[in-house]
């Protein structure tokens, strides 16, 4: 896998930094029902709304800590998939893996090889030494994805812009080792 300060690529996936110009490719995502459903609605209805959305989500977060949330596209052909990437958020230690993909990409391995990517660039490349992740407990998809992952459940948590229970998976350095000698 090749590293920059931009962009991860694996074997099948590039993922960049969002730009502006992603707009509308978020506005499709962020209203998609899965996405509404276990994320949850961030107020995107529009261009505008998903341009504000990136400039003071993802972009912003680029600028304060060097990393956040990575559009993921094919690579063969560019075309946008998802994003995926580490959120800092309030209430959690550490950063927070999240991820989402289309409908159409979400069988084939792909939210597993973009956020491996994202993780082995977090501790590898960033000095980060513990992830998080947080999960709608009927997310049994994305359950199964952080514990390929690699990620142990550690408890619950509620965070403020949640109405509900979340349940909250970890990955440290201790762990990932431990991982890596397994494969």
Do not use: W
């Not at 075309?79 to 959120?87: N, S």
């Not at 660039?121 to 998080?132: M, P, Q, S, V």
């Amino acid at each position: 896998m090749q590293r920059d300060v931009q962009t991860l690529l694996t074997e099948r996936l590039r993922l960049r930094q969002l730009q502006e110009n992603d707009a509308a490719f978020i506005l499709l995502l962020l209203n998609d029902p899965d996405f509404l459903k276990f994320i949850g609605d961030r107020g995107v209805r529009n261009q505008t709304d998903a341009k504000s959305y990136l400039q003071n989500g993802p972009i912003k977060s680029y600028r304060e800590n060097g990393h956040g949330l990575l559009l993921v596209e094919r690579r063969s052909d560019g075309v946008p998939m998802g994003i995926c990437g580490l959120v800092r958020r309030d209430g959690l230690e550490a950063p927070d893996l999240g991820f989402a993909l289309m409908p159409e990409y979400r069988v084939s391995g792909f939210a597993y090889e973009a956020s491996k990517a994202v993780l082995d660039h977090a501790f590898n490349d960033l000095g980060i030494t513990r992830a998080l992740a947080v999960v709608s407990p009927g997310n049994a998809s994305s359950i199964r994805l952080l514990e390929r992952l690699g990620m142990n459940p550690v408890g619950h948590i509620k965070l403020q812009q949640d109405d509900e229970e979340l349940q909250l998976f970890e990955l440290n350095d201790a762990g990932r080792s431990s991982l890596e000698t397994q494969a």
